[in-house]
T-cell receptor, first 113, second 118 residues
């Protein structure tokens, strides 16, 4: 399983766009990139998943360059409620088996008024 | 998606005792997992709870310390045995099922059980 590297922490202000970059130099051909969000005293919650180029949903965008050795989670116009830990995970997609999640240290995002 | 509940939500236990944590899902799911999250740390997978067979444990975790049951497709238990203060953590269960996740393979997590061992 590919190892991921993220910044330990980030600070932002309400209304700003936040970009969190994750490095995964050893990503395999079959690996997908997935981001989870964890609020204090809660379990992690799936945010977004992608394989290449750009993926967008109602919560975030995920940018993946052609070499797939890194990815960037983009949160538009953050609010105080986006304060959380964000985890980048890399692994093969479910294919009749299961997806064993290996969590790295995550990025602790603090959004200030 | 899936709604997952865990019992108890928190507990304070004495050294040497055991605690059983329950995980209940509101629908049948293929896979159930147990994680540990020590204070201020990331999540570590303990084991995969297999329905009808023995759990599959990750390196560093053994059945004698963390026995797991999975009697059906909606329920699992994790027991933390012969506890020591080092076992103080949040224990989370998660589920994965291709019919719940749709196009992705996301896992759905319970709220966690906060365990303090004195």
């Amino acid at each position: 399983l590919a190892k991921t590297t993220q910044p330990i922490s980030m600070d932002s202000y309400e209304g700003q766009e936040v970009n969190i970059t994750c490095s995964h130099n050893n990503i395999a051909t079959n690996d997908y990139i997935t981001w989870y969000q964890q609020f204090p005293s809660q379990g992690p919650r799936f945010i977004i998943q992608g394989y290449k180029t750009k993926v967008t949903n109602e919560v975030a965008s995920l940018f993946i360059p052609a070499d797939r050795k890194s990815s960037t989670l983009s949160l538009p116009r953050v609010s105080l409620s986006d304060t959380a830990v964000y985890y980048c995970l890399v692994g093969a997609r479910y294919s009749g088996g299961y997806n064993k999640l290996i969590f790295g240290a995550g990025t602790r995002l603090a959004v200030h008024p | 998606s899936a709604v997952i509940s865990q019992k108890p939500s928190r507990d304070i236990c004495q050294r040497g005792t055991s605690l059983t944590i329950q995980c209940q899902v509101d629908s049948q799911v293929t896979m159930m997992f147990w994680y540990r999250q020590q204070p201020g740390q990331s999540l570590t997978l303990i084991a995969t709870a297999n329905q009808g067979s023995e759990a599959t444990y990750e390196s560093g975790f053994v059945i004698d310390k963390f026995p797991i049951s999975r009697p059906n497709l909606t329920f699992s238990t994790l027991t933390v045995s012969n506890m020591s203060p080092e076992d103080s953590s949040i224990y989370l269960c998660s589920v994965e099922d291709e019919f719940l996740a749709g196009v992705s393979d996301e896992q759905f997590f319970g709220p966690g059980t906060r365990l303090t061992v004195l």
